[in-house]
């Protein structure tokens, strides 16, 4: 069983920060890439960022600039640094492995976490 869990949602004022962490656990061999997605209320879910094993990290243009990704791979665990939020920043925020091996024989899957609330209001 892999479970994927983030934490460091919540509610911050536009031009605010939060920091986002999401940890894997469980029978994990390795993990391509690791990423955040978002779905807002009413739109469909899109990427946040993502970043490889190797550390290549692709950004939404409209976070570029703005959002930093992360990963310590030692520990599964991928990071989102969120600063200069802006009220369309709201959304559930969703952690993603991509490509994660439970064993050096077994076929890759794709794991979702269950979503962390993220809302920008003064």
């Known amino acids: 069983q892999v479970q994927l869990v983030e934490s460091g949602g919540g509610l911050v004022q536009p031009g605010g920060s939060l920091r986002l962490s999401c940890a894997a656990s469980?029978?994990?061999?390795?993990?391509?890439?690791m990423g955040w997605y978002r779905q807002a209320p009413g739109k469909q879910r899109e990427l946040v960022a993502t970043?490889?094993?190797?550390?290549?990290?692709v950004y939404a243009d409209s976070v570029k600039g703005r959002f930093t990704i992360s990963r310590d791979n030692a520990k599964n665990t991928v990071y989102l640094q969120m600063n200069s939020l802006k009220p369309e920043d709201r959304a559930v925020y969703y952690c993603?492995?991509?490509?994660?091996?439970?064993?050096?024989?077994?076929?890759?899957?794709?794991?979702w976490g269950q979503g962390t609330q993220v809302t920008v209001s003064s």
């Open positions: 993603n492995a991509e490509g994660l091996l439970t064993s050096d024989y077994d076929m890759p899957n794709d794991y």
């Open positions: 469980g029978s994990i061999f390795s993990i391509y890439a």
């Open positions: 970043i490889t094993s190797g550390g290549s990290a």
